[in-house]
T-cell receptor, first 113, second 112 residues
Framework: EPEVTQTPSHQVTQMGQEVILRCVPI?????FYWYRQILGQKVEFLVS????????KSEIFDDQFSVERPDGSNFTLKIRSTKLEDSAMYFC???????????FGPGTRLTVL | DAKTTQPTSMDCAEGRAANLPCNHS???????VYWYRQIHSQGPQYIIH???NNETNEMASLIITEDRKSSTLILPHATLRDTAVYYC?????????????FGKGTRLHILP
């Protein structure tokens, strides 16, 4: 069964450093998303992406965040200058045209020291 | 904010049916009810969704009341692997790239 994959599974970085989280959505899906979950809290929407542009973004998704689909298979989330409060699980999701069922990846645990 | 109300936690014996309630009294006519679950440290997993008719798939059944103000997710024969947080979500569109707004969900413990 096709699945969303994410790398790395765990990323440790120093405050102020840039990180790039990578996702490979399901191959025939055209809608892509990033969510995050701070430890012990709710899963929060960050951004949705379709046709090579952002469809919607939340208040969390400020100028420090960016997304990109650099090729036909990868979807990335970049945090330019990480803060302690960026420590969280980051989940990528994708869905196909005609359905609103989102498939989630296993997540990347980001730890900012 | 989430438009649904769910109990914080529930227990169910292994092999029994787990019935998870959800209130969504402010749901509007074009909004669907979706259920996702999140097993510890994993990404959320889609379970089922419906508009007004009851739905069943290989994972669960969804019972929606006639006034659509509440629903129940039924796991017919719960196993230990069904221990997870279950999210009831009301979403505005069936075909667009609508974001998911997660609430706190119900933490379901399956007891051996």
């Amino acid at each position: 069964e096709p699945e969303v994959t994410q790398t790395p599974s765990h990323q440790v970085t120093q405050m102020g450093q840039e990180v790039i989280l990578r996702c490979v959505p399901i191959s025939n899906h055209l809608y892509f998303y990033w969510y995050r979950q701070i430890l012990g809290q709710k899963v929060e929407f960050l951004v949705s992406f379709y046709n090579n542009e952002i469809s919607e973004k939340s208040e969390i998704f400020d100028d420090q965040f960016s997304v990109e689909r650099p090729d036909g298979s990868n979807f990335t989330l970049k945090i330019r200058s990480t803060k302690l409060e960026d420590s969280a699980m980051y989940f990528c999701a994708s869905s196909e045209v005609g359905t609103n069922e989102q498939f989630f990846g296993p997540g990347t645990r980001l730890t900012v020291l | 904010d989430a438009k649904t109300t769910q109990p914080t936690s529930m227990d169910c014996a292994e092999g029994r049916a787990a019935n998870l309630p959800c209130n969504h009294s402010t749901i509007s006519g074009n909004e669907y009810v979706y259920w996702y679950r999140q097993i510890h440290s994993q990404g959320p997993q889609y379970i089922i969704h419906g508009l007004k008719n009851n739905e069943t798939n290989e994972m669960a059944s969804l019972i929606i009341t006639e006034d659509r103000k509440s629903s129940t997710l039924i796991l017919p024969h719960a196993t230990l692997r069904d221990t997870a947080v279950y999210y009831c979500i009301v979403r505005g569109s069936h075909i667009r790239d609508d974001k998911i707004i997660f609430g706190k969900g119900t933490r379901l413990h399956i007891l051996p």
